[in-house]
């Protein structure tokens, strides 16, 4: 029997829209209270598409390290979050317009 996670990523292995909803929600949940919640997301998407190694090349990073940035446990730095951020954001084509009010 396989466990959640393993069914998650195989759904963003397959479904490009919904990888794409799952990199907004976790954008989304690294800016309120679900940070955590936002690290476990990411490492979903990289498990289902380009990898650790790929991912900590682009950040100038040990792929280990990039693995534990991305637990429950984790504590990237800013550079390395947005540098994770930018690298699949442009992998999925994806945009991100903020809005601030006031």
Known sequence: MRNVKDLIV?????DDEMRRLHLKEAFEALFTDEYRVGLL?????I??????PVIAQA????PKSVM???SGEGNPNTG???GIL???FE??????????AA
Not at 10 to 14: A, I, K, N
Not at 47 to 52: D, K, R, S, V, W
Not at 93 to 100: C, Q, S
């Open 80 to 82: 390395n979050i947005f």
């Open 91 to 100: 992998k999925e084509g994806v945009e991100i317009k903020l809005k601030f």
């Open 47 to 52: 498990n289902a598409t380009c990898g650790f």
């Open 59 to 62: 950040i100038g990073a040990n």
């Open 86 to 88: 930018h690298y699949l």
């Open 68 to 70: 534990k940035m991305l």
């Open 41 to 45: 997301m990411l490492r979903n998407i």
């Open 10 to 14: 195989e759904q963003l292995r397959e």
